[in-house]
């Protein structure tokens, strides 16, 4: 059984940094895409950023430039990396892992709060 843990959430003010990582329990994480995705209050969740299983990564639009993505095949880890974080990036963040049969896993989440 897969499980995926989130850490690294807090509490941030404007122009600062946070960097949320995702350990993934389980066997062949290397064989599965990751993501990151996001739900902030009264909105739909989105997708923030993935890394393939050869790494190559992608954005929403609202990030590029100030998030980075990242795995560890060996540590079955996988970051993200954010810096000049706004009040916008405030939103509970999800690490979610989908394999090449289409078998998804999220975890429970991790909340990030942007403020003064």
């Known amino acids: 059984q897969v499980q995926l843990v989130e850490s690294g959430g807090g509490l941030v003010q404007p122009g600062g940094s946070l960097r949320l990582s995702c350990v993934f329990s389980?066997?062949?994480?290397?064989?599965?895409?990751m993501s990151w995705y996001r739900q902030a209050p009264g909105k739909e969740r989105e997708l923030v950023a993935g890394?393939?299983?050869?790494?190559?990564?992608n954005y929403v639009d609202s990030v590029k430039g100030r998030f980075t993505i990242s795995r560890d095949n060996v540590k079955k880890t996988v970051s993200l990396q954010m810096n000049s974080l706004k009040p916008e990036d405030t939103a509970v963040y999800y690490c979610?892992?989908?394999?090449?049969?289409?078998?998804?896993?999220w975890g429970k989440g991790t909340l990030v709060t942007v403020s003064p």
């Open positions: 890394i393939s299983r050869g790494g190559s990564t």
């Open positions: 979610k892992g989908r394999n090449r049969y289409g078998m998804e896993y």
């Open positions: 389980g066997f062949t994480f290397s064989d599965y895409v």
